[in-house]
């Protein structure tokens, strides 16, 4: 797959969804009553989130498919724009007792190229040795070709990212996001740390609202409570999508860079 079509692939799976909110962000302008303005509001805070959720997966479940296709037609060696892929890689066998010390390189992996005094080809010379010495005790053929990846001499059917590696633990905040991104060598800029606040509201609104809980009500306590709320959803609706419009641009970079 090129980049382009990625990003075109990505849009497809995004558009549809603000579509829908530029939509209820309309019927709710146009209530005539604070009661449906309410109904509307309260729904309206409970689709947001799980546009929001669904955006985010949809983005890396598609990045995760698309890398998994690279591997398969062998296009990937692991280097210094790249090593994120052997962390993917490894969660695959993170339980596996056998791992014995290859957890530290496991661990070695986020300092690498971030500050860190070690070279990659330091690591990928510690890394080798290691598993080396794992694969002389251990029948496991994800390990073998986790040392072959290092030169492309690998079999795919062994050496896959699993799909769980896309976790948003139904309860995707700030922080949750910023650990998925994390894993996929995708660094959150200032303004979108600057939403943080912001998504975890949308999250607080959306468990409040599916818990059964009134709080949000706005209708019966004042009229500006009511408009402010129509403001921030407004507003949320912008900044929640301007976040996954992000997130996309640098996923589909990141592939350019991949695949060049």
């Known amino acids: 797959m090129t980049k382009e079509a990625l990003n075109s692939k990505l849009d497809d799976l995004i558009s549809w969804r603000k579509q829908e909110m530029e939509n209820l962000k309309l019927e709710i302008n146009s209530s005539q009553t604070s009661v449906a303005k309410n109904l509307l509001l309260r729904g309206g805070f409970a689709l947001l989130y799980a546009h929001w959720e669904g955006s985010v997966k949809d983005l890396f ?44 390189s496991y661990h070695t992996l986020f300092k690498l190229l971030n500050g860190s005094s070690i070279s990659f080809e330091k690591f990928k010379e510690i890394f080798i040795k290691e598993l080396e010495a794992i694969i002389g005790q251990d029948k496991n053929d994800n390990l073998k070709n986790l040392k072959l990846i290092m030169n ?88 929640i999508f301007t976040v996954v419009e992000y997130i996309k641009t640098i996923i589909v970079n990141n592939y350019g860079e991949i695949i060049q």
């Open 61 to 104: 479940i598609t990045y995760n498919a698309s890398l998994n296709n690279l591997l398969k037609s062998k296009k990937i060696v692991i280097n210094e724009s790249t090593y994120f892929i052997l962390y993917l890689l490894l969660l695959r066998d993170y339980e596996n007792l056998s791992f014995k010390n290859i957890i530290c």
């Open 152 to 239: 492309t001499d690998y079999t795919y059917e062994n050496l896959r990212i699993v799909s769980n590696v896309v976790n948003t633990e139904s309860n995707l905040g700030f922080d949750v996001l910023q650990k998925l991104c994390y894993r996929f060598n995708i660094n959150l800029d200032e303004q979108v740390l600057l939403e943080k606040q912001r998504i975890n509201q949308v999250l607080k609104y959306r468990n409040d609202i599916a818990h059964g809980d009134n709080t949000h009500c706005f209708y019966d306590k004042d009229m500006n409570k009511l408009d402010e709320a129509v403001v921030y959803f407004s507003e949320s609706i912008t900044k």
